[in-house]
């Protein structure tokens, strides 16, 4: 099945922009969308479709598709961004959803 | 606003069945969407397991497929989860959301609910 690979973790200084990436084969063609989880909580949708942000969700995220790789963006990072990140698309060749590993934003 | 809660037993039994319902709150299912369900084994990533349209259309993860059953009841609002053959490895977090799009982005989540498989 399609695989989709993420660095285990991005740190970021507060104030700075934070990049984590998503990986896989021509995922350009495929809609990425974009999850922040803290610990105990639900998942949060923060960009879907590869740039939509959901209403509530700061502009401060945005997201980019191209290629082989899928970025989400954090800038002017705060201290409450410091979460796990995934990212998913529907894999339409098996007619599954994908996750990727995951990504630990630590806020230094 | 659309609440989801999940519930089920939080202590089940290896070759067992776990049997989770999910309740929605704030949104008729018979109006339409995905109903799925995703899973987090202690320290790991999220794992897709599947989703379900009211009127059929289900889609499993293959890993999952001839274990796992996600069927909804719209007389009472709530999309349930059944996994056969349990071992250890089914010890996660199970959490429920609903399917939005034709993407299969997950828009509405539950809280989640810990299942521990025991041998």
């Known amino acids: 099945s399609y695989v989709l690979t993420q660095p285990p973790s991005v740190p970021v200084a507060p104030g700075q922009t934070a990049r984590i990436t998503c990986g896989g084969n021509n995922i350009g063609t495929k809609s990425v969308h974009w999850y922040q989880h803290k610990p105990g909580q639900a998942p949060v949708l923060v960009v879907y479709d590869n740039t939509d942000r959901p209403s509530g969700i700061p502009e401060r995220f945005s997201g980019s598709n191209s290629g082989n790789t899928a970025t989400l963006t954090i800038s002017r990072v705060e201290a409450g961004d410091e979460a796990d990140y995934w990212c998913q698309v529907w894999d339409s060749s098996s007619d599954q959803g994908v996750f990727g590993g995951g990504t630990k934003l630590t806020v230094l | 606003q659309v609440k989801l809660q999940e519930s089920g037993p939080g202590l089940v039994k290896a070759s067992e069945t776990l049997s989770l319902t999910c309740t929605v709150s704030?949104?008729?299912?018979?109006?339409?969407?995905?109903w799925g369900w995703v899973r987090q084994p202690p320290g790991r990533g999220l794992e897709w397991i599947g989703t379900?349209?009211?009127?059929?259309?289900?889609y499993y993860n293959s890993s999952l497929k001839s274990r796992v059953t996600i069927s909804t009841d719209s007389s009472t609002n709530q999309v349930s989860l059944k996994l056969t053959s349990l071992t250890a490895a089914d010890t996660a977090v199970y959490f429920c959301?609903?399917?939005?799009?034709?993407?299969?982005?997950?828009?509405?989540w539950g809280q989640g609910t810990l299942v521990t498989v025991s041998s």
């Open positions: 959301a609903r399917t939005s799009g034709t993407t299969g982005f997950f828009d509405f």
């Open positions: 704030g949104y008729s299912i018979r109006n339409g969407y995905f």
């Open positions: 379900a349209f009211h009127v059929g259309n289900n």
